[in-house]
């Protein structure tokens, strides 16, 4: 049997190699990086991916 993702939100990794990991998911996935978000004490980075032909019409990034 196979079976299909219908809808896939969010879902937090965390990484001791950010660039590593970032471009496993844009090469293994077909992710593409929409944000990057340090916080104030750079204490950690948040990256948001998603998947390029999945947006249509206006995306409202402010729900991140």
């Known amino acids: 049997r196979s079976w299909q993702v219908l809808e896939f939100?969010?879902?937090?990794?965390?990484?001791?190699?950010l660039?590593?990991?970032?471009?496993?998911?844009?090469?293994?996935l077909g992710l593409q990086e929409i944000k990057r978000?340090?916080?104030a004490d750079h204490s950690f980075t948040l990256v948001f991916l998603e998947?390029?032909?999945?947006?249509v019409g206006k995306e409202c990034r402010s729900r991140w």
Do not use: C, H, N, Q
């Open 37 to 39: 978000t340090e916080a």
């Open 51 to 55: 998947i390029e032909e999945r947006r």
């Open 19 to 28: 660039e590593r990991s970032v471009e496993f998911y844009k090469k293994a």
């Open 9 to 17: 939100r969010r879902v937090l990794f965390r990484s001791l190699d």
